[in-house]
């Protein structure tokens, strides 16, 4: 079927508004300006706008512009964090209101955020 990928410039998701046109992409099954802002909770997106102003910036400069592209949402069938069975200190190391969901035979295993 036809599952375009939603996506944002840059400066507008940080703007807050709807892109009106949007660069073209490698994504290989198309694009559709879409609202990213709306998408997540408004904890995250104010946590994604932070990081890319403050942060991200930095590390690729003028990705947050109009030419920057923001593909949302992606999902994994497993995690890229990883927790050694032989940390028995996980507890104290893994990021605060994070905890261990479940345990199985394959690494990574899953974490999940507490509300």
């Known amino acids: 079927g036809n599952l375009p990928g939603p996506v944002q410039r840059v400066a507008d998701f940080i703007a807050g508004t709807t892109s009106e046109t949007v660069p073209s992409s490698s994504y290989r099954l198309g694009i ?5 802002h709306e998408i ?6 104010n ?3 932070d990081a890319l102003v403050n942060y991200f910036d930095k590390q690729m400069p003028g990705f947050v512009s ?5 593909h949302a949402v992606e999902t994994r069938t497993s995690s ?4 050694s069975e032989m940390a028995p200190l996980w507890k104290q190391t893994v990021y605060k209101g994070c905890f261990l969901r479940e345990k ?4 990574p295993e899953a974490l999940y955020q507490l509300p």
């Open 104 to 107: 199985g035979p394959a690494l």
């Open 40 to 45: 997540y909770p408004p904890s995250l997106t």
């Open 80 to 83: 890229p964090v990883q927790i």
């Open 47 to 49: 946590a994604i706008r």
């Open 66 to 70: 109009d030419e920057g592209l923001l």
């Open 32 to 36: 559709k300006s879409s609202p990213c």
